[in-house]
Structures are given as structure tokens and as C-alpha cells.
């Protein structure tokens, strides 16, 4: 379960400020969502090792669960639910993605991570996952020519009527990407898109 490893140090990092204890939940491989209450140095040890995580899903129960054993999983930080989701990425693997917005035609999913610059810096890159509803994906990076962004994703909803009007102004301007990105995904989901972080499971 290595290849679990640098994405899920990210998300350990994004929870720091999570209270000790937390609401959350598990989704099985058999889709049930299980109910959990975990600490976050339970979460983060999970997060690292990728072997095995005990819960109490039950007051007065605990149960083990292994990376196998998961689909996603999410918790309430701050009133707002945060989802994750074992999904693909570019590189090879599968790890757990945030679940940026969901839709009966597409979702997308995405994670971030520290590339190493020249002379020791590095900058924050956003890697996006987009999957159709039978299974298809395409892979970008906030960091593609904004070019790649419109070519690909009117090839990849080409079977959409209108697609193309859609597209054609958008993708100037990088900082714009995810909110241009967002009308896409309402556009090919019947603006039926939903942002899955507000909404509890």
C-alpha cells in the first residue's frame, strides 16, 4: 500500500486543524457507508502507513479497516463535510482524491502536491481527475497550457451538443481554471452538479 503515501500526507496536512475528535465515515468496497468517530492522530497514522485504521463505529464497538477495505471516506471540519474517494491519477496508482463536484454525467476529483523547482523551491500544483459516469477519464494540471484545457475537454464531451460554443470563451485566464472548469461540469451535467464538501453523507 505504498502508493497510497504522498497523497494522503497532503490530505494529513489539510486536517491540522481538525478537532481531536472527529465525525466521519467509511465507504466499503460493497458501498456502505460506515459511521465513524476517529481521533486525528488515528486518522494520520492511517493516512502515512496505508495498513489498517480501528474506528469506533458503534459506542461501544471497534472496528479495523484496511485500504482494501475502502472506497472513500470523509469527515466534518468546521461544519463542512470534506469527501475523499479512491480514484486514478495521471502517474499510475490509485489514491485518495478530494471530491471537488459530483454529477449524474461527471465528477471530479482532485489532489495537490509540492513539485520541486530549480534552486530549491517549489510551487503547489493541482492535478484534477475527471471521470465520466461509464468510466472514462481525463487528466489535467492547473499547470497544462490553458490550450490543453480547451482542446481536451471538448474532445472529451465532443458527443455533447453545444459543447464547443460552451468552451470557446472560456480557458483564458489561469486562475479562472476551476471556475471555468465548474461551468463545464454544470453544463454536461444538466447543471445538476452538486458540491458534494457542503452536503452531509
Keep these: 500500500m505504498k502508493q497510497f503515501y504522498p497523497l494522503l500526507l497532503l490530505l494529513c496536512c489539510s486536517i491540522s486543524a481538525v478537532a481531536k475528535d472527529m465525525e466521519g465515515y467509511l465507504v466499503t468496497k460493497d458501498n456502505d457507508t460506515v459511521r465513524i468517530h476517529i481521533s486525528r492522530a488515528q486518522l494520520r497514522q492511517f493516512m502515512l502507513s496505508g495498513v489498517s ?6 459506542p461501544d464497538r471497534i472496528a479495523v479497516y484496511t485500504v482494501k477495505d475502502i472506497n472513500g471516506c470523509g469527515y466534518l471540519e468546521q461544519g463542512r463535510w470534506v469527501h475523499y474517494r479512491v480514484k486514478p491519477v495521471a502517474k499510475g496508482g490509485q489514491y485518495f482524491l478530494e471530491l471537488l463536484a459530483e454529477g449524474p454525467n461527471v465528477s471530479v476529483y482532485q489532489y495537490m502536491q509540492n513539485i520541486a523547482m530549480y534552486g530549491g523551491s517549489s510551487v503547489l500544483q493541482e492535478f484534477y481527475t475527471i471521470e465520466k459516469s461509464n468510466g472514462k477519464i481525463l487528466y489535467l494540471t492547473n499547470y497544462n497550457p490553458l490550450p490543453d484545457f480547451d482542446k481536451g475537454l471538448k474532445e472529451f464531451f465532443k458527443e ?3 459543447i ?3 468552451i470557446a470563451p472560456l480557458f483564458v485566464r489561469r486562475g479562472k481554471v476551476q ?3 465548474q461551468q463545464v461540469m454544470d453544463f454536461v451535467n444538466g447543471k445538476a452538479a452538486t458540491a458534494p464538501v457542503a452536503v452531509k453523507p
Excluded at 53 to 58: E, G, S, T
Design 164 to 166: 464547443d460554443e460552451l
Design 53 to 58: 485504521i480501528q474506528v469506533r463505529d458503534q
Design 160 to 162: 455533447y451538443a453545444g
Design 179 to 181: 471556475e471555468d472548469m
